[in-house]
């Protein structure tokens, strides 16, 4: 079984971190640097996949039966990864849009 409390933090972290580095791209598509641009999303993907790995176990350990309680934290563990998924969308059409 999950400890919750360790799987929260560790998606609010890696989605954080991800969210984090989005935005440090775009700063660098902004300065004319769109190879650090591409290559920091990158970085940041790395962070998602970890954050969205933790997810996945998750749900998987719910089965849909609602084993796992919904709590606040929870629920703001969710919003940070999702917030952080709309940021590498973004970003990327972004630095597209720099580099043109």
Same mark, same amino acid.
């Given at each position: 079984?999950?400890?919750? !409390?360790?799987? @929260?933090?560790?998606?609010?972290?890696?989605?954080?971190?991800?969210?984090?580095?989005?935005?440090?791209? *775009?700063?660098?598509?902004?300065?004319?640097?769109?190879?650090?641009?591409?290559? *920091?999303? @990158?970085?940041?993907?790395?962070?998602?996949?970890?954050?969205?790995? +933790?997810?996945?176990?998750?749900? !998987?350990?719910?089965?849909? !039966?609602?084993?796992?309680? +919904?709590?606040?934290?929870? @629920?703001?563990?969710?919003?940070?990864?999702?917030?952080?998924?709309?940021?590498?969308?973004?970003? !990327?059409?972004?630095?597209?849009?720099?580099?043109?």
């Amino acid at each position: 079984m999950i400890d919750l !409390e360790e799987a @929260v933090m560790e998606i609010i972290v890696n989605a954080g971190q991800s969210r984090s580095l989005c935005f440090e791209a *775009l700063q660098a598509a902004r300065d004319g640097s769109i190879d650090r641009a591409r290559s *920091l999303l @990158v970085e940041a993907d790395g962070f998602a996949r970890q954050a969205h790995k +933790m997810q996945t176990r998750l749900i !998987e350990q719910d089965a849909g !039966e609602g084993r796992q309680p +919904m709590t606040l934290i929870m @629920v703001h563990a969710q919003d940070h990864l999702m917030t952080s998924m709309l940021a590498r969308e973004l970003s !990327e059409e972004i630095i597209h849009l720099y580099q043109r």
